[in-house]
């Protein structure tokens, strides 16, 4: 009996051969990708914005 079963072999042989033929999918869309950088830099600018009106509150508050 062998020691790795040839069905596995063979699955893992198709997976190699699947993740070597895989295309860079950033490198075909590019406008996606700009859309997704352009989304997170306006999250985080909100975010900036609530944490920075808190913290005037705050300050507002105490002094």
Known sequence: M???????????????HQLA???NWAQREPGVIVVLCIVFL???LFIAMFINKK?????????
């Open 55 to 63: 913290r005037q509150a705050s300050k507002g508050v105490a002094a």
């Open 2 to 16: 062998a020691a790795i079963s040839m069905p596995l072999a063979a699955r893992a042989e198709y997976t190699l």
């Open 42 to 44: 306006v999250a985080i």
């Open 21 to 23: 033929k895989r295309d």
